[in-house]
Structure formats: structure tokens, C-alpha cells
């Protein structure tokens, strides 16, 4: 399956120089210090990463779908899974609610800055009581004049301790509905904003880089010209960018299963027992033809689902397939690359021990295997 041209190949020479060099050599520091620095966006601003799909006169370099997924395969054989997943919220999960239905005006103020990672994006959407369910929101938005005033709060929120930029969705209480999906709208919502604090930074088992926050709205006053997209449809605009979330997600998981292959051979051609290196051994090979099979399969699924949705198509069933099918996926591979490193799998020091807990994530968040096999479902008409 030919998918990318020259000029992809070209971006993802670029893109991996940039994180052999600038990435790989700090992921230890930064998975002990919590948190990615912020000093890395703008030098990813300064090299065009962060709005290539983006229109030029925003800062953006126009280009095309699969553009991205060269950045976001990239960025997920840095061995951190905390980069990758920090990268993806800002360009694919927070900032498309102001590219896609922001007002003219509110593009011009902030897409330039977000382009050139001065202002790092969050997308606030989950709450305590709500996960997966969307339609569950509680936080509320009250119209008073010249702004919306919001209370409640969000919870597991990736970039939320550092992140400059929130796209929040509040249900809008004049727009009460007998559907529960109707009322929902989405904000911008800047970190100065008065009323709006981060609560806590969450520890977590895994993606240990990556800022997970729980945030808080007490009268929280947001200018009304930075409410989203129309009143009230909000909800259609998070499945919206929920497709792009997911697409990013099966990406991520292909391209940290392959590096973890990668790695795991490399093991157990060095690694000696019973006479001869593991690599020679039957039931050793044969695992990682399993895996490397099983990888290839969630590759040519993203990838066709990619083209399907990079050409208009309706795509919710695919997106959901791959989602589902790479995220367990990836799980089966930190098994089973875990097993073959033996006690080594079980240490800090190795790159492997990482991968297993950060891919435990991949069957929960942006929509849980369980959801994912509902949603199929509902496409097949059952």
C-alpha cells in the first residue's frame, strides 16, 4: 500500500532528525520531572510541526492529511509515548475546534501563536463522574451579557498543567434539551482566564511525561466571541474531532509497537541462553512473526481508514476499527515483547518496561475497546 510520496519521506527524515537529536536523549529526565518542558514547542513551531495541515496565512503550511501521520509516527518512535500523545492533543485534539469553527477573528488571535508553540493546547472535555460519556457533561455555561460564565470541572486532561489554550465543552443551561446530547457547546478558554485554576497534577501508571490535570471552573467569565461553532452543537463538533483523536491514537500505536519490535529483536539476538542466542530459538522467532504480522495488519487498517477519511468519506466505522484493533494490539505486544526480555522487561532501565505501561492507556483513552466495539456495532445496523 503506497501511501506516502516523496515530500513525505522528506518531512519524516526531518521529523526524526529532530527527535533523535532533541527528544530521545531527554525522555528519562522527563518521565522523572513529569512534565515535557515547555522550551520544545516553540523550537517544533520553529521547525513547522505544529500546524502543517493548517492555512498559511495562519502559520501553517497547508499540506496534507498524511503529512500528519508522518509527524505523529515520528514523534511515537521517540520510545515516549508522553511526547506523542502531548504533540497529538495540541495539533489533533484541542486546536481543530478553533481551525474548524472558530470565528475569523478568534483564528487570526491565537492560531499563529499556536503554530508557532508559543501557546500550548489543551481540550477539556472529560469530567469525574462522565469518562466515555460524552453526552453526560455537567459543567455548566450561563450567558450573562457580554460573556458565558462557567462552573464545574474536567478530569484526566493531558497538557492541563501546562497548557495555555483549553477548548472546554459546557452545556449551555438556556439551551436545555430533551436529548442529552443537545445543549453542549465548546469555549476557548485562556489559563489567565479569573476562576479557572488546575486543581492537581494526577499521577499516573504510565505516559508519566505527560501533564494530566484535573481543572476547575468557579465563575469562570469567558468572553462570548469564544464560544465555538454555534450554541448548544458542540457535542457533534467533539465526535468530530474524536475521528481525528482516534486516527492519531491507531498511529501512535502502530509506530511505538513497531519500535518496541524493533527493540525486542535486537534483544534477543544479543541476549545468550541455553547455548545460542534467543533469536535462534523456535518458539522465539515465531512469537515475533506473530507480532510483526499483527503490526502490519493495524498498519494497513490506519492507513486505509487515513485515506477513507482524507477523502470526505464517512469514516466512523473504520477510525472505530482502528482504534479497537491498535490499541489491543499494542497491548499484545507489550506482553509479549515483555516476556521476552525476561527479568530485564520488568526493569526501569530498559525502554520496554515503558512502552507496556504507556500502551495500557491506548484501550482507554479517546474511547474505551468497549465503546469502540459499540460504536461498530451500531455501523452494522445491529
Known amino acids: 500500500m503506497k501511501v ?12 526524526r532528525a529532530f527527535v533523535e537529536r532533541e527528544v530521545m536523549p531527554h525522555v528519562e529526565a522527563w518521565e522523572a520531572a513529569g512534565r515535557i518542558p ?3 514547542w516553540p523550537r517544533m513551531g520553529e521547525l513547522g510541526f505544529l500546524g502543517v495541515e493548517y492555512d498559511e496565512k495562519y502559520g501553517g503550511a497547508g499540506a496534507d492529511l498524511f503529512t500528519t501521520a508522518v509527524l505523529h509516527e515520528e514523534c511515537a518512535r521517540s520510545r ?3 511526547f506523542a500523545m502531548a504533540v497529538g492533543v495540541h495539533t489533533d485534539m484541542a486546536s481543530p475546534h478553533l481551525y474548524w469553527t472558530g470565528r475569523e477573528a478568534l483564528k487570526e488571535k491565537y492560531l499563529p501563536a499556536i503554530c508557532r508553540g508559543e501557546k500550548l493546547c489543551a481540550v477539556a472535555v472529560t469530567e469525574p463522574g462522565g469518562g466515555s460519556d460524552v453526552a453526560a457533561i455537567s459543567t455548566r455555561a450561563t450567558r450573562d451579557g457580554t460573556h458565558y460564565v462557567l462552573n464545574g ?4 486532561i493531558t497538557n492541563g498543567a501546562l497548557a495555555d489554550l483549553y477548548f472546554v465543552a459546557a452545556r449551555v443551561e438556556a439551551r436545555e434539551a430533551t436529548r442529552r446530547h443537545q445543549g453542549i457547546s465548546m469555549f ?4 489567565e482566564t479569573p476562576g479557572f485554576s488546575v486543581s492537581r497534577t494526577l499521577e499516573k501508571t504510565g505516559m508519566l511525561a505527560s501533564d494530566t490535570a484535573e481543572l476547575t471552573f468557579q465563575d469562570a467569565r469567558v468572553p462570548a466571541e469564544n464560544l465555538l461553532g454555534r450554541e448548544g452543537v458542540g457535542f457533534y463538533e467533539v465526535m468530530r474531532v474524536f ?15 513497531e519500535r518496541a519490535l524493533e527493540d525486542t529483536i535486537a534483544y534477543v539476538r544479543e541476549r545468550h541462553a541455553f547455548g545460542g542466542p534467543l533469536s535462534e530459538k523456535q518458539i522465539v522467532r515465531h512469537k515475533l512473526a506473530d507480532l510483526a504480522t499483527l503490526i502490519e495488519a493495524g498498519r494497513r487498517l490506519t492507513y486505509a481508514a487515513c485515506q477513507h477519511y482524507a477523502d470526505g468519506g464517512e469514516a466512523v466505522r473504520e477510525v472505530s476499527m482502528v482504534k479497537l484493533f491498535t490499541a489491543e494490539m499494542a497491548n499484545r505486544v507489550a506482553y509479549d515483547c515483555v516476556q521476552l526480555h525476561g527479568g530485564y522487561g520488568y526493569m526501569r532501565e ?17 474511547g474505551t475497546s468497549e465503546i469502540m466495539k459499540e460504536i461498530i456495532a451500531k455501523e452494522l445496523h445491529l
Do not use: C, N, P
Not at 4 to 15: C, G, L, N, S
Not at 153 to 156: A, H, Q, T
Open 4 to 15: 506516502f510520496a516523496e515530500h513525505h519521506d522528506m518531512f519524516r527524515a526531518t521529523v
Open 188 to 191: 476557548l478558554v485562556e489559563r
Open 38 to 40: 515547555k522550551t520544545i
Open 80 to 82: 515516549s509515548g508522553s
Open 243 to 257: 475521528q481525528r483523536e482516534r486516527l492519531v491514537a491507531g498511529l501512535h500505536a502502530v509506530a511505538m509497537s
Open 153 to 156: 470541572s474536567k478530569m484526566f
Open 350 to 366: 530498559y525502554a520496554i518496561e515503558r512502552f507496556a505501561r504507556d500502551v495500557r492507556l491506548f484501550t482507554i483513552g479517546g
